[in-house]
């Protein structure tokens, strides 16, 4: 992490050691940067975008700006750690950088380890209590970066479907049941990725089997509750409550093949619930140790098992094993970020 000092007045940094570059009027020297027309210059180059957060209007265009240029700086017309979330929880797999404009000592914590990363510059006044402020939180980022060890997973490994293990079925009381029904026709074997956890999802068969009292409905998922996350068809999830007609969902089937399709009605009913407390096979150290799920209690509402095998919620005994997906990452706003989030 980098601070950035603002010495626009002509005076010198009142602390000069541990300081990156300096916010100048007319740039001269490689650490020195000034701000014209809304862009970040250097002595000979343009360095990113300035941008000031005044609502979501603004908010969206800094965030619009991700992965064109080098660094954001961004100045809140009121202070709020949120811009600063959303646009790190954006920025994930991206090369751009974020300076961030602090008025207060107490603020460099909170800009400097947001979502558990904080941004990449503390721009600050010249003032020693703000850059001492901003040194400290430097220091204390210097020494959880050197001991994180992160493991970047392939795109093939973040999808790989996994066999979870059911622990047990629970009544779960009355609930806003969603039922998702898509412009295109599902196959047998193929759902949608549901979970109360961002973090391990399961495969919610489509209701493609036939039964002996109801017709299929092969566009049909019966998906669960509101607080469910599910899993959309560019990568992010969305709480089910969150969905409306013409969103994209992620469409798998049970040998991992993927395609989008979009939702054409959600149907919402107060349905009977059942809690399914589940957790993955194999054991990860760095993943949730156990999971669940709310479900409609209804036969017809079905699991994705291993070996081509179909699971009615309504029967499940202990042990049965399904297949989902273990996302492992948590997430802001249905971004995947590189830091801790605990669900239960």
């Known amino acids: 992490m980098e601070i950035w000092v603002d010495v626009r007045n002509g005076e010198l ?44 209007t603004s908010q969206n265009k800094s965030k619009a700006a991700i992965g064109s240029a080098d660094w954001l700086l961004i100045e809140c017309e009121t202070w709020s750690m949120i811009p600063l979330e959303n646009l790190i929880a954006a920025r994930h797999g991206s090369a751009t950088k974020i300076a961030a404009v602090i008025a207060t000592p107490q603020q460099a914590q909170g800009a400097g ?17 703000l850059i001492e402020a901003a040194l400290v939180t430097k220091s204390q980022r210097l020494e959880v970066e050197s001991s994180a060890v992160h493991v970047e997973p392939s795109q093939n490994e973040s999808m790989k479907l996994e066999p979870i293990s059911i622990q047990s079925v629970e009544d779960g009381g009355v609930g806003d049941r969603y039922c998702l029904d898509f ?18 999802m399961l495969l919610i068969h489509s209701e493609t089997i036939p039964s002996s009292f109801v017709p299929t409905r092969p566009f049909r998922v019966n998906a669960g509750a509101p607080h469910s996350y599910i899993l959309m068809a ?45 957790k993955p096979l194999n054991q990860y150290k760095q993943k949730p140790n156990e999971g669940h799920v709310f479900m409609q209690q209804a036969e017809t509402v079905r ?3 291993q070996n081509k095998t179909r699971h009615s919620v309504t029967e499940l005994p202990r042990h049965t094993v399904v297949i989902g997906w273990l996302g492992g990452e948590g997430r802001h706003i249905g971004t995947a970020i590189g830091s801790s989030v605990e669900e239960r």
């Not at 380890?113 to 600050?124: H, M």
């Open 183 to 200: 412009t295109s026709l599902l196959h047998v074997g193929e759902g949608v990725l549901v979970g109360s956890s961002s973090s391990q």
């Open 113 to 129: 380890f947001a979502l558990e990363q904080g941004v990449d510059a503390l721009v600050v006044a010249n003032s020693k209590p």
């Open 13 to 56: 940094p009142v602390i000069a050691e541990g300081i990156d570059r300096l916010w100048v009027e007319t740039p001269t020297h490689d650490n020195e940067f000034s701000v014209d027309e809304a862009l970040i210059r250097g002595p000979s180059s343009v360095l990113g975008g300035y941008f000031v957060i005044a609502d979501e």
């Open 303 to 305: 699991l994705v098992g």
């Open 234 to 278: 560019d990568g992010t999830t969305k709480y089910m409550s969150e969905l409306n007609s013409g969103d994209k969902v992620m469409l798998l089937n049970e040998d991992g093949g993927s395609r989008p399709a979009t939702l054409g009605r959600i149907k919402i009913e107060q349905r009977p619930m059942l809690k399914i407390n589940f």
